[in-house]
């Protein structure tokens, strides 16, 4: 199921675009499945998404880890380190 | 009363202060965070506004949860800043001074950590390390100020 897809911080700086609709294949189902995934597309996305650690993510607007699925969610936003205040 | 704002304009620290001394509480504690970047000329500070939203009214009913609190006001500022500008506000009104001193604090600290907001230098004016947030980037916490009379 189509999904849509938000970048912020470095990641959107890296890629160049602040998000995009994905489809990801069905063994994609954690947020770590779907950060190796956007890897495999190399270029910009095999740099931003080198190392998944510094990748921060949420699920339909709650905090998550590499190790969450988003299995049925909304949308999904990936971004590096917050910066308030 | 917890009132959370995101917003390009400036805002008045003490305009936002009055209104919590106005709620006759016997503390208010405020908090204000500056850009004290010197060497940058200007920066961008970016945000997920659903989540932001969200993220920042959570923390305020976090605090109002643990703390005997009448309000929370918080203030955050986005799009494009110049050094010494103002950021962001955080203020709450409390039953006692430690539980405002320990709910300003508190709101501030949980906003640094979770709050889905970040700062891109405009390329060409600054050092993107220079804007990192730290002490050297925001002013502590003020001490309460207890109501008067």
Redesign the interface.
Known sequence: MPIDL?Y???V??GLGRDGERIDPPSHVLTIADLVGWLADRGDSYAQVFAEPRRIRA?VD?E?AGLADSFFGAREV?L??E???? | MIDIRIQLADFDPGGLTARLEALHRPAVATFT?IAAVPEAREFRI???P??AK??LAAIGEEACARWPLAAVIVV?RHGLLKPGAR??FVGVAAEDADAAQEACAHV?GQ??????????VIPGSARAEG???GPA??RPPAAPVPELG
């Open positions: 938000h912020f911080g470095d959107r700086e949420a607007l905090h936003a971004f590096s917050t910066r308030a205040l | 965070a970016d945000h997920y659903a989540m969200k993220e955050h950021i962001a501030t906003i640094r950590a979770r709050a889905p907001f970040w700062r891109r804007l990192r947030g980037d925001a």
